[in-house]
């Protein structure tokens, strides 16, 4: 992609990812997700994971998968109120690009 993500759009997509299992979902699996929609490290998703428990917008829990604590993120309460946040505001400034797009170039 050849535009910018900033951290505000990266908080948005993990926050929607994590959303989509009530249970809770783990690191690796969260970062095939985002990668759906844009080129992610690992070393870059797990400090906003970091921010985003930070925040309060996020728990962590451990669960034992085949020998080994895996750790899993659900997100909170805060999480969902800032996810409907984020997904209004999303909502607003993409239609005003969409507009800018379709509307070509004016003199």
Not at 1 to 11: C, K, R
Not at 57 to 77: A, F, H, I, P
């Amino acid at each position: 992609m050849v535009f910018n993500t900033g951290a505000t759009l990266l908080d948005a997509i993990v926050l929607a990812v994590v959303s989509r299992d009530e249970q809770g979902t783990y690191g690796y699996r969260i970062t095939q997700d985002v990668r759906k929609a844009i080129d992610i490290s690992e070393s870059t998703l797990y400090p906003v994971l970091r921010r985003l428990q930070k925040d309060a917008c996020l728990e962590v829990y451990d669960r034992q998968y085949d020998g080994r604590n895996r750790r899993y993120y659900k997100v909170t309460e805060r999480g969902v109120a800032q996810l409907n946040l984020y997904h209004e505001e999303w909502k607003k400034y993409s239609e005003k690009i969409s507009e800018l797009f379709e509307g070509g170039v004016t003199a």
